[in-house]
């Protein structure tokens, strides 16, 4: 059965959290962790397009690595808020960290030149060549007959 959009996912999802089983993990602050590196590839006539959300996270806290042929997305971060009264006693103190990671596979003949990528407004946007893999030459190997 098919349910209406404002339910999300799972329309029991926010009334059983808290009652019978632990809160939703959360990103940052109320943030859900499921929105956290939510990509779109689209396919184009000579590369890829990736655009991966990174919602909270800055350009100094996301990296990007090429190996193997895989290219792994990677963002951390380290977030300590502290408030205090007037006489110094703490009324909020937060912290948060964490990472995420995400693995695409673009295969070994991209190299780190070949892929460009911006962050703009949260959004990793990667662009990636369509590279064919070279066909391997079968190399015969004849025994001698005497």
Excluded: W
């Excluded at 912290?95 to 070949?114: A, I, K, L």
């Amino acid at each position: 059965m098919l349910m209406p959009s404002i339910f999300g996912e799972n329309m029991f999802d926010d009334f059983f959290d808290g009652f019978f089983r632990p809160a939703k993990a959360t990103g940052r602050y109320n943030i859900p962790s499921n929105d956290v590196m939510r990509t779109d590839v689209k396919e184009l006539d000579q590369h890829y397009e990736l655009e991966i959300n990174l919602p909270g996270y800055k350009k100094e806290d996301v990296q990007a690595e090429l190996k193997d042929g895989y290219l792994t997305i990677t963002a951390s971060t380290n977030l300590n808020t502290e408030e205090k009264d007037e006489n110094g006693k703490y009324i909020r103190r937060e912290r948060y960290v964490g990472s995420c990671s995400r693995n695409f596979y673009v295969g070994e003949q991209v190299t780190e030149q070949d892929v460009q990528a911006k962050f703009e407004n949260g959004i990793l946007k990667l662009t990636v060549p369509k590279k064919e893999a070279a066909p391997q030459i079968e190399d015969k190997k004849y025994i001698e007959i005497s």
